[in-house]
């Protein structure tokens, strides 16, 4: 089908996609179409990654609005937000608006009914319509990006709790749903009621295969030699060899320090293959991932990159992240060496993908335990780049013939699984049956099930009973700790209840948190730290061997500032959370008093995105644990909102005006105030010269920030950093 073919789409449409080379429908696209996608019907689309799923949801999108409606992108990662969000941003050129919703829970997103197209995660979706954003009543079209997901125990249930909800608040919206090709997609289907296009079609030929000993063996039957060095590692060979051809590789390894690792080891062998104006231009990148933060990680990477290689993980900074997807996609950095995470979604594809890790650890098993083939075929299919390479290869590494025998039994002829529900789970219930009730969707024990019968779970379930009991121990739960009021068969929220759900927060922590502050006069900063830290909201830090000691001992020591009793030594599960909780809450407290965030993430053994994430986390439930003291008429509120301001600024109590200035943070602030310059008004009065120097000379940072602390005469033209008001080099 021709671009020109597609109905109800813009005028404009067909020749903004000649421009981008687009001329033709890829044949599951051209299906999409006749099966009435730009014509307002549902449709699951199940197809290979990298097959132009973006394509259909965008036909679909631009054909709603066209209409005069309102379409809606759930990303299922924030970090897919942005990416998204540049990509639908090319139509703003014909007077579409684009915008995007991810931060922050609590607010209706009023503005956002003013946009064309949505992009927002999951569960800011879900946040927006607890709380009662009217334009979602209005929307046309939604697209769920990643739909296989519904099958992640963490994050699957407000998938599907806020697809049925969107579809409860306008039954005849349009549901397009992308996933990647998984067993049961006519299930999912059935559940949306779409249509489906379900294909295995790629736009560039995949081979697949394992390798072993000196022989890669394909799918097709087919081996080939590869000439592996003398005490070197198969995937060095396979790199080597790409590069010989002039393509790159992607290796997905199973944890940050394995792609770390994988990256330092193959920069040697990319780095001989550079051209020195190749070298020339990786060494601005490695310059501009130096400038994102100055931390171990980041040296690690930028030398990794000055040699044409990189590691890519969830515990990197996003400006990092992209840097390095931005220069594979340039074909400058030659190698990259990832963790799962780049397989779902990011646009990097590569002439090769080496699957060099099969097993990962996985908490719930309590070992390794293999990738399921939904994930290992995602990653696969990251290999080949349309119209650059002659065919994609994706590889499994063996070390035995019977695990090569294995691989291509598990993986490589394997189908992907079918995706299964994960909602009759007690902490995903909790939050979406408050969630449920508060904002209207129920009002009784036979609504709350009413409502859950709509969604996937209730589609697949083969326990009739299980939902309708794990629901009623919920509702038991909601009532007791006030959150729900029943009378006779009526549920409604409290007005407790009503503040938790709409600040997002799972009911468990809420009620965690009220039974802290309760018991609490004057709380430290560390106490509410530790008590935020032990909800079930809060990713703890594990603790590692050699952790308990350390930790009981302090417990000791800081006992008075706990919130809530800490449980005995002998309660060996809760005693370990204690413990987790408490190194977490620590990590926060170095934070919160302007230790060096390079000194945190080695004290801890994280990377700096992950200080950063707690650190959000910690800011968040802060500032609900604020509004819930506040509503609950408790003292302890100011003292909440000092340890929130401090996390969120990272400083000790005598800089939190001054870091609250933009632009200033918690070095800058520090510098500022050993100047002398200690407050918000300080800046307003300031000597010139004095600030310039304590913003090390910085003119046009000086301006702005004195510009952000509302000072009229702003500029610094001719002034001259004060020489005793420099600070020390540290
Ligand atoms: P998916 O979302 O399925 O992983 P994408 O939508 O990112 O895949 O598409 C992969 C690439 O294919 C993109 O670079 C896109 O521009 C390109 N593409 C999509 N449809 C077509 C088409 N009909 N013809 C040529 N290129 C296309």
Partial sequence: MKVG??????????????????????????????????????????????????????????????????????????????????????????????????????????????????????????SLVRNGAGWLDDLACVVADEVHLVDDAHRGPTLEVTLAKLRQLNPSLQTVALSA?????????????????????????????????????????????????????????????????????????????????????????????????EEERLETVAEEIREVSDTETSDDLAACVERGAAFHHAGLARDHRSLVEGAFRDRLIKLVSATPTLAAGVNTPSRRVVVRDWRRYDGTVGGMAPLSVLEVHQMFGRAGRPGLDPYGEALLLANSHDELDELFERYVWADPEAVRSKLAAEPALRTHVLATVASGFAGSREGVLEFLDRTLYAAQTTEPGRLEHVTDNVIDYLVVNDFLERTGDDLTATSLGHTVSRLYLDPMSAAEIVDGLRGASAPTAMGLYHLVCRTPDMYELYLRSGDREEYTMLAYERESEFLGAMPSEFED??????????????????????????????????????????????????????????????????????????????????????????????????????????????????????????????????????????????????????????????
């Fill in 573 to 730: 599960g809760r005693f370990e959370e204690w413990l987790s909780a408490l190194k977490t809450a620590r990590m926060l407290e170095d934070w919160a008093s302007e230790v060096d965030e390079e000194r945190i993430a080695e004290r801890y053994g994280v990377g700096p995105g992950d200080v950063r994430g707690k650190v959000d986390t910690a800011e968040w439930l802060l500032g609900a644990a604020e509004r819930l003291a506040g509503e609950l008429d408790m003292g302890v509120a100011p003292a909440v909102r000092e340890a929130r301001v401090r996390v969120q600024h990272g400083v000790k109590e005598e800089l939190m005006d001054l870091a609250g200035v933009r632009g200033v943070g918690r070095k800058r602030a520090r510098r500022l105030f050993d100047a002398g310059v200690e407050t918000r008004a300080d800046l307003r009065a300031a000597e010139k010269p004095v600030v310039l120097a304590a913003l090390r000379g910085r003119r046009r940072t000086a301006e702005t920030v004195l510009e952000n602390a509302g000072r009229e005469d702003v500029s610094m033209e001719g002034v001259t950093p004060d020489p005793d008001a420099a600070p020390a080099e540290s």
């Fill in 5 to 126: 073919d597609v109905p109800a789409v813009p005028e404009w449409l067909a020749g903004h996609l000649r421009e981008d080379g687009i001329e033709e429908l890829y044949p599951p696209q051209a299906a999409a179409v006749e099966r009435g996608v730009t014509e307002g019907e549902s449709l699951v689309a199940s197809i290979p990654t990298a097959s132009g799923k973006t394509l259909i949801a965008e036909l679909a999108m631009l054909a709603s609005v066209a209409r005069g409606g309102t379409a809606l992108y759930i990303v299922p990662l924030r970090a897919l937000a942005s990416e998204k969000q540049r990509e639908f941003e090319q139509f703003e050129a014909y007077g579409l608006t684009v915008g995007v919703s991810t931060g922050n829970y609590e607010s209706d997103g009023d503005w956002l009914a003013t946009c064309d197209i949505v992009v927002a995660t999951s569960e800011k979706v879900d």
């Fill in 181 to 277: 090709t998984i067993g049961n997609a006519a299930e999912i289907a059935d559940w949306l009621d779409a249509e489906l296009v379900d294909s295995d079609w790629r736009p560039i030929d995949l081979r697949t295969g394992v390798h072993y000993g000196q022989a890669l063996h394909f799918d097709d039957g087919d081996t080939r030699e590869l000439a592996v060095r003398s005490s070197e590692r198969p995937t060095a060979a396979i790199a080597r060899e790409t590069l010989d051809e002039g393509g790159s590789t992607l290796v997905f390894v199973n944890s940050r320090r394995n792609a770390e690792a994988a990256a330092k080891r193959l920069a040697g062998v990319t780095g001989e293959a550079l051209t020195p104006d």
